[in-house]
C-alpha cells in the first residue's frame, strides 16, 4: 500500500518505519525541514531501540522516502495517517492547530479515494472536525474515509510495541475504510493481536481513558506513599501485595516522583477539558493531576530536609521522563532540577541518552559522561530516572566519590537496608 505517515517524531517516526518493513511504500512528511533532512540522510532524529536497523533496511531498501513536500505526499498515497503533535494549549486543552493544518491540506490536494487516519491522541469529536475541514477544503467532490486509529506505544518499546500491540483499535463507520485498515493491519492479525473495530468516538475515547487510568495508579500509589512514610511501612511491599490479586495486576503501581513525559500530563489534562466541555465532572482526574504536581517536589523537600541547598552541589542522575528514551518532556526531571537552582544549588547530571535533549532545554548545569563522574565532590545524589544501569552501580564507590553519603531515590531502585547498612542518609519515597 502506498501510505503517507504526518508527522515524524516519536510517533510517526516508529509508525512509517514500521509499515515500510511490511513492505508498504511510506512517504514520512514533516514541516520541519531540519528533521527531514537529517532523516533523508539516514541519520534517525530520535533515541529509540530497535529503530536504527529498521530504518536503516527500508530506507535503503527505498520503501521509505521523507518529504516536506505536502502535496505530492498527499496525492501519491492512499492512507493518510495524522501523526503530528496535540500539545496542552494555554486553556489546557488539546491544541489541535497541527491536525487542522494538515485536514485542511489533504482537503486542498486530494485527488481520489483516501482513507485519512487520526494516530495522534485527539479528543472526541476530531475526527468529525477533521472530516469537516477537508470537505471544506475540496474543490471537487472526492469521496473520503476518517478513522480513528489510537496509537499506544510506549516510548523505549515503541518497535516491539509496533510490532506486537496489545491491540490495535479502528474506530470507523465506513466498511470501505474498514477493509482497508484490516488489509493494512493484516500482519498484526496474522500474530492473533486483537485488531478491534468500533465506532469512531469510542476509539477516541479509549487513548484518553488508557492513559487516565495508568496515570491514577501511579498518581493512587504515590498518595498511598505518603501515608506508608507517616506510618513506618513500605509502598513497595503494599503495590506487591496489590499487584499479586488478578483484579490489579502489578503494572503502573510505583510510587516515586511523579510521571511526566509527552503524553500522561497532557492526556490527563485534556480529558479534563473535555469532560468539562461537555458538562461532565472531572473530579478524578483533577486529583490525579494535583497529586502529580505536588508529588514532582518531594526530592526536593526530602533533601532539604537534611542539608542547605544554598551553595550546596547536587548530582542527579536521570533526565529522560522514562528509562530508554531520550525524550525529556515534562520529565520530573525539569521542576526537580529547576527547583533545586531557585533554592540556590549548583547541579551536575547525568543520563544515558537524554544529554543531547537536556542541554537544549536545561541550562546552568555540569553535564558528565559518566555516573561515578557526576558525583564526585557532591553533597547528595538524586535518582530521577530508573535507568536500568544505576541498579547496579557499586555504592561503595559511589559514598567515597560523595561529599556527603546522601541519596534521595525517587525511583525506589535501592534497597533501603542495604544503603542504611553502607552508612547512607537514604530516602526512598513510601518507605
Ligand atoms: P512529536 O512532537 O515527537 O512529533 C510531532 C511531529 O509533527 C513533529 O516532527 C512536527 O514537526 C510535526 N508536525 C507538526 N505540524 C505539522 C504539520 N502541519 N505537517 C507535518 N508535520 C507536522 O509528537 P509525538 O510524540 O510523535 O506524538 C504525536 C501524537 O501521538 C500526539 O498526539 C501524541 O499525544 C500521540 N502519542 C504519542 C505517544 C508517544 O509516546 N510519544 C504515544 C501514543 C500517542
Not at 485519512?116 to 467532490?141: C, F, H, M, W, Y
Not at 512514610?229 to 503502573?252: C, H, Q, W, Y
Not at 544515558?352 to 555540569?366: D, Y
Not at 559518566?370 to 538524586?382: G, M
Request: proline share 3%; aromatic share 6%.
Amino acid at each position: 500500500m502506498n501510505l503517507t505517515v504526518v508527522g515524524t517524531g516519536y510517533v510517526g517516526l516508529v509508525t512509517g518505519v514500521g509499515f515500510a518493513n511490511l513492505g508498504n511504500n511510506v512517504i514520512c512528511l514533516d514541516i520541519d525541514k531540519e528533521k527531514i533532512n537529517t532523516l533523508e540522510s539516514g541519520k534517525l532524529t530520535i533515541y529509540e531501540p530497535g529503530l536504527q536497523e529498521l530504518f536503516d533496511r527500508n530506507f535503503k531498501g527505498g520503501r521509505l522516502r521523507f518529504t516536506t513536500d505536502v502535496e505530492t505526499a498527499i496525492l501519491e498515497s492512499d492512507i493518510i495517517f495524522i501523526c503530528v503533535g496535540t500539545p496542552t494549549n494555554e486553556k489546557e486543552e488539546a491544541d489541535l492547530t497541527a491536525v487542522k493544518e494538515v485536514a485542511k491540506a489533504v482537503g486542498k490536494h486530494m485527488n481520489q479515494y483516501k482513507v485519512i487516519v487520526n494516530k495522534s491522541t485527539v479528543p472526541v469529536g476530531t475526527a468529525d472536525l477533521v472530516r469537516e475541514i477537508i470537505l471544506k477544503n475540496q474543490e471537487s467532490g472526492v469521496e473520503f474515509d476518517v478513522v480513528s486509529n489510537p496509537e499506544f506505544l510506549r516510548e523505549g518499546a515503541a518497535v516491539k510495541d509496533f510490532e506486537n500491540p496489545n491491540r490495535v483499535i479502528i474506530g470507523t463507520d465506513s466498511s470501505r475504510a474498514e477493509e482497508i485498515l484490516m488489509s493494512l493491519y493484516r500482519s498484526v492479525a496474522r500474530t492473533d493481536r486483537p485488531v478491534i473495530v468500533t465506532d469512531i468516538k469510542s476509539a477516541e475515547i479509549t487513548k484518553y481513558a488508557s492513559n487516565a487510568m495508568l496515570a491514577t495508579r501511579i498518581s493512587f500509589m504515590n498518595q498511598l506513599a505518603h501515608l506508608c512514610e507517616e506510618t513506618g511501612a513500605d509502598i513497595k511491599a503494599v503495590s506487591r501485595g496489590m499487584g499479586l490479586d488478578n483484579r490489579i495486576g502489578p503494572r503502573f503501581l510505583q510510587a516515586g516522583v511523579g510521571y511526566g513525559g509527552s503524553c500522561f500530563p497532557k492526556d490527563v489534562k485534556a480529558l479534563i477539558a473535555t469532560l468539562k466541555q461537555h458538562g461532565c465532572d472531572a473530579d478524578l482526574f483533577e486529583a490525579v493531576n494535583r497529586i502529580n504536581e505536588k508529588q514532582k517536589s518531594v526530592a526536593v523537600d526530602k533533601l532539604s530536609s537534611v542539608l542547605d541547598l544554598k551553595g550546596s552541589t547536587i548530582a542527579v542522575w536521570g533526565i529522560s521522563f522514562k528509562p530508554k528514551t531520550d525524550d525529556i518532556r515534562e520529565a520530573p526531571s525539569l521542576t526537580v532540577i529547576r527547583s533545586l537552582q531557585d533554592l540556590g544549588a549548583v547541579i551536575h547530571a547525568f543520563d544515558p541518552v537524554a544529554m543531547k535533549n537536556a542541554r537544549h532545554f536545561l541550562t546552568g548545569i555540569r553535564y558528565f559522561d559518566d555516573p561515578y563522574e557526576t558525583i564526585r565532590d557532591c553533597d547528595a545524589l538524586v535518582v530521577i530516572t530508573e535507568w536500568d544501569e544505576f541498579r547496579n552501580l557499586d555504592m561503595r564507590a559511589v559514598k567515597v566519590l560523595l561529599r556527603k553519603p546522601i541519596v534521595v531515590d525517587g525511583r525506589n531502585i535501592y534497597d533501603p537496608k542495604e544503603m542504611t547498612e553502607l552508612g547512607y542518609t537514604y530516602m526512598g519515597i513510601g518507605r
